[in-house]
């Protein structure tokens, strides 16, 4: 968590800091539809019982696809549910008159911002590194 802003100036970093975290976010929901499009496209046949591949190949990617959606949903939850903690401290600091509420507004933004930048950036490793394993699969002799 950044620091509260006493001053202007540490307000506008603050406010820097989400600017480059949104722009972060944006370019890795980018990121993170590509390879969940090249996922899909090697799942879906095989959840339709249409792929060539191999039935071993075939029961060791539905395996894991199963395996993966839970702990996925475990590491989003864990992500998003320390953060309301910190964003409460912030505002009772604020409604205790210690900070103004702006400069509070902008950090717990900012901080919320990096939050799901980290969760997004976890997804999208697991992903592309799905989509490289499956498009390296695809082409590899069966």
């Not at 702990?71 to 505002?91: C, D, E, N």
């Amino acid at each position: 968590m950044a620091p509260l802003p006493s001053d202007p100036a540490e307000a506008a970093a603050a406010g820097d800091r989400l600017a480059r975290e949104s722009a972060e976010i944006v370019a890795m929901s980018g990121a993170l539809c590509t390879a969940a499009i090249e996922v899909l496209a090697h799942r879906l046949p095989i959840i339709w019982a249409a792929s060539p591949a191999p039935v071993a190949w075939q029961m060791a990617e539905l395996w894991r696809m199963c395996l993966e959606k839970p702990i996925a949903g475990w590491q989003a939850g864990i992500s998003l549910g320390v953060w309301p903690f910190t964003a409460a401290g912030l505002v009772a600091r604020s409604a205790a008159g210690l900070t103004p509420a702006e400069p509070v507004a902008l950090v717990v933004t900012a901080d919320a911002a990096t939050t799901v930048r980290a969760m997004l950036d976890a997804v999208h490793e697991q992903v592309a590194a799905n989509a490289e394993r499956l498009g390296l699969q695809s082409r590899s002799p069966r």
